[in-house]
Structures are given as structure tokens and as C-alpha cells.
């Protein structure tokens, strides 16, 4: 039997794999290499964050990768494309808010 716990935990990492997925695609389909790799970015700078992790190593997402996460989120918002630009937004809000928590609210983008 799962407990409620460890149900929601579940739910969390399917929706965060869902969410990977989804944008993924979606930054197949931006205008530019340089909006591409822009979100691309993000993504391998957050499996490589997952990658570093295991049970009995618990590791804290480096700033860099709340920098390149906050990047992406600024290409999303500068899309011409209404769709697009709200589900880049909050799929990236979303992945932004469980990695980092405790961060300040998006402002745009960090040089």
C-alpha cells in the first residue's frame, strides 16, 4: 500500500518528468538556434544536477542552474507565440519552484 506521502512524491516526479518531457518538445519548435539552446540548456543543467544526486548524497541545485533556468524562462516570455510562451512559463515556473523553493520570484533575466 503507498502511503499519501509517498503518493505525492510520486505525483511530483511524473509530473516533473512530464514537465521535462513537454519542454523538450516545445523548445523543438522555437524560432531560433539561440532560444533553443537556451532552454537545452537548462534541461542538461538540470540532469546533470539529478545525475550528481543519489540517497546518501543529497545535493543542493547550484545558482548556476536557478541562472539558466530563470534564461529560458526569459526566452518563453519574449515569444511572439501567446501558446508557447505560457507553457514554456509555466512549465519552467513550475521545475524552477521544486528545484528552488526558497528563490526569490522570477524577474527576468540574470546576465
Known sequence: MITEDAE?????????????????????????????????????????????VGPAKPVSPANSLLHAIDRAMATFAADPQRDRRRSGAILLAGLRLLLFPHAEAFAGARQ
Open 8 to 52: 505525492a512524491v510520486l505525483f511530483s516526479v511524473k509530473n516533473f518528468a512530464a514537465a521535462i518531457i513537454a519542454l523538450r518538445a516545445l523548445s523543438s519548435t522555437l524560432a531560433t538556434d539561440e532560444a533553443r539552446d537556451t532552454v537545452i540548456a537548462a534541461l542538461a543543467g538540470i540532469s546533470e544536477h539529478f545525475r550528481s
